[in-house]
């Protein structure tokens, strides 16, 4: 959602700070802001729009000696949640006294009780947010008691909702506080200066030694120390862990993009994630993360798969694999709405999360909530220690790499391809014959290369992006395997290219959406030659004679295919299992171009943010 850094060391604040808000710019890009502390003095600059927009202030307001000094800050890049887009409302907020300076992600919920009990004790607030009120009643114990460390957590006893903070006091000028409930705070640990951020992408550059703080923890960072405590200032400990990814993997590496970059990763990505998982003896998957014996796993009867947004796509897929190789019943089920309707969970049931983040607030909610109802819960998350994946304790990482991108692409992939080893696992345990098992192997083993092929369509797409990309309105028409798809691609479309796009299973458009069909509202369709595909023509004719062009992404040498569409994007031919990669990857790249024809903002579409830790 939003994205903190903080420093303590012995090198400029000023670039320190203002690099990691950069590398966290993909978790909200509304506005930023920055404090250090130096000389006895707090410098706070704040500013709308870009990371950029506020290094420029910096760079032009504060006086060269200053910014070289500086060897202790906190900074912010914010997604507006309470309060919209301005400097007031951006962070650092400072307390009454203004000699404390605080960063914050998350939601204080009892934020206006608390406002008001400090305005009738004569505090005035200067932003509607409830970042500030926290500052506040940081700055009040702090007041009362003058110990910083004491102050912060008085105050987060204090506080109903979710945290990740980064707090200085300018009487302290050699520390750092932070804490989390609810909101990533990983710590990295250098040699002589400690940096912290919501996440490893501001850290990997400083150091690969990173503490992942649990919920409730809060620590005093030194350059050369960190003194972790829980919320009730009682010391506990974490263990230190290693980011196994290089700082290259956080870096456009040439592509125009993020999200071209990691379209065109996807044949390493998936490698990555099915490496060392296959058994070529037994036809089967390893997936030890699961921890599930032979035993556990042939006793589940159902399998609820829970996600949001692109993730939920991918979920959509599972529930085929888990159906079609498990013979295992498997119901899909949008985070936010299994927290809040009253869903049957039996102790038998097999809930799986999916986020790319692990820190979606909506999938979070549904794992404790399955958790409550007694299901076993496990979670397929792609980014290493992260909330879903640590409260879970078992599951499956993706390996696909940092996807920093907002427009999520290598994670579908990746996720998909975990879920049909994991069906691939539990049909194996039932009644998925060896040959089978082996069969779906060898799919696996060749995906990089399906994969490298349909990225050489990229020019081809391009072109028939270009003649696309003035549209206003595009419907995307699937079934069976590839009607996740058709969500996904309307999705990636939408969420990049500000076009207007609806999914559709393809059977379902004659109940009432081809009444919008026109000349100028295009339908792409998934026309791989897989089951249905017959059914699916018949179902562009429908279009066609409603006079909508239609693009198709067709399996290559299909003759008959090519003759009922408009526009063909041939994908190689693979398996029904297989069918949804070439297809997604088509279609990213379909969405990626006419988000670049359109002169969108690809990486960092308006409106939007990586990872959604609000309801
Ligand atoms: O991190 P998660 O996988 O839990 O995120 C879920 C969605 O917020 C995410 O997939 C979102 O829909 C993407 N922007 C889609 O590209």
């Known amino acids: ?44 600059e704040r500013s709308v729009g870009k990371v950029q927009d506020l290094a420029d202030k910096v760079y032009q307001n504060l006086p060269e000696n200053i910014i070289q000094a500086t060897r202790l800050g906190v900074a912010h890049t914010r997604w507006a949640t309470h309060g919209e887009p301005s400097e007031e409302n951006a962070h650092p907020h400072l307390d009454q006294s203004g000699r404390v300076a605080l960063v914050h992600n998350g939601i204080i919920e009892n934020y206006k009780e608390i406002r008001q009990r400090l305005t009738a004790a004569g505090h005035s607030f200067k932003s509607q947010t409830d970042s500030e009120v926290l500052a506040h009643l940081i700055g009040a114990y702090y007041g009362e008691n003058g110990d910083f460390l004491q102050a912060v957590c008085g105050a987060l006893n204090q506080v109903e909702g979710t945290f990740g903070i980064a707090a200085l006091c300018l009487d ?13 705070i990983v710590v990295g640990l ?41 919320i009730h200032n009682v010391p506990v400990s974490r263990d230190v862990a290693r980011i196994e990814w290089d700082a290259r993997a956080a870096e456009k590496d040439g592509y125009d993009h993020f999200m071209l970059k990691e379209i ?39 399998v609820l798969l829970i996600a949001c947004g692109t993730s939920l796509h991918a979920a959509m897929l599972g529930k085929y694999y888990f159906e079609d190789l498990a013979d295992l019943c498997t ?145 995307f028409i699937g079934r069976g395997y590839l009607y996740p798809v058709a969500l996904e691609g309307a999705l990636k479309l939408k969420e990049i290219s500000y076009i207007h796009a609806e999914g559709y299973h393809a059977a379902e458009l004659k109940h009432g959406p081809i009444a919008l069909l026109e000349p100028d509202v295009p339908v ?69 171009h006419m988000a670049r024809f359109r002169g969108c903002e690809i990486d960092q579409p308006r409106n939007l943010a990586k990872s959604v830790t609000v309801e």
């Open 190 to 230: 250098g040699h002589n200066e400690t940096i912290v951020a919501s996440d490893a992408a501001a850290i990997i550059a400083h150091t690969d030694q990173v503490i992942y703080l649990d919920d409730d923890d809060v620590a005093l960072l030194k350059r050369d120390d960190v003194d972790l405590r829980n």
């Open 524 to 592: 792409l369709a998934l026309a791989c030659d897989v089951p249905g595909k017959d059914k699916l023509l018949g179902n562009v004719e429908e279009c066609r004679a409603r006079k909508a062009p239609v693009i198709g992404i067709a399996t290559e040498d299909d003759e008959e295919a090519v003759s009922y569409l408009d526009e063909v994007i041939p994908v190689p031919r693979t398996s029904t299992l297989l069918a949804p990669l070439t297809a997604v990857i088509a279609a990213q790249l379909f969405a990626y």
């Open 331 to 475: 119901d899909v089920e949008p985070a936010a709405e299994f927290r809040y309707r009253n869903p049957i969970v039996h102790a038998r049931d097999l809930a799986v999360a999916i986020s790319q983040s692990g820190e979606t607030a909506d999938t979070l909610a549904a794992v404790r909530e399955a958790m409550n109802k007694g299901a076993r819960v496990t979670g397929l998350c792609n980014v290493v220690g992260s909330t879903i994946a640590r409260e879970t304790g078992t599951g499956v990482y993706l390996h696909a790499g940092p996807e920093i991108g907002v427009a999520s692409t290598k994670a579908f992939t990746s996720q998909m391809m975990v879920l049909m080893m994991m069906a691939l696992k539990f049909g194996r345990g039932r009644r998925l014959s060896i040959q089978k098992g082996l069969e779906i192997i060898k799919e696996i083993e060749r995906t990089p290369e399906l994969v490298a092929k349909t990225l050489e369509l990229n020019q081809h797409i391009a072109g028939i992006a270009k003649k696309y990309h003035y549209v206003r309105d595009f419907f």
């Open 172 to 184: 302290q000028p050699d520390c750092v506080v932070v804490a989390r409930r609810g909101s990533p």
């Open 1 to 44: 959602m939003c994205g903190i850094v903080g420093y303590i060391g012995e090198n400029n604040a000023a670039d320190v700070l203002l690099g990691g808000l950069k590398r966290l710019e993909y978790r909200g890009y509304d506005s930023a802001g920055i404090c250090m502390l130096d000389g006895g003095e707090l410098h706070t």
């Open 264 to 302: 065109f990763e996807q044949a390493d990505s998936l490698c990555n994630t099915f490496r060392g998982r296959l058994d070529v003896k037994q036809g089967t998957a390893i997936l030890s993360g699961l921890n599930l014996t032979p035993r556990e796993m042939a006793d589940i009867q159902k």
